[in-house]
């Protein structure tokens, strides 16, 4: 459940801060 937290925050900080990270996400 932390990697949903954390992508939680990043989608809701920027997501274009971590286009990585939302990638690996999906």
């Known amino acids: 459940a932390i990697?949903?937290?954390r992508s939680?925050?990043?989608y809701d900080s920027?997501?274009?801060l971590n286009p990585a990270?939302?990638?690996g996400q999906v």
């Open 8 to 10: 939680d925050l990043i």
């Open 3 to 5: 990697t949903i937290l």
């Open 21 to 23: 990270v939302d990638l």
């Open 14 to 16: 920027g997501k274009s």
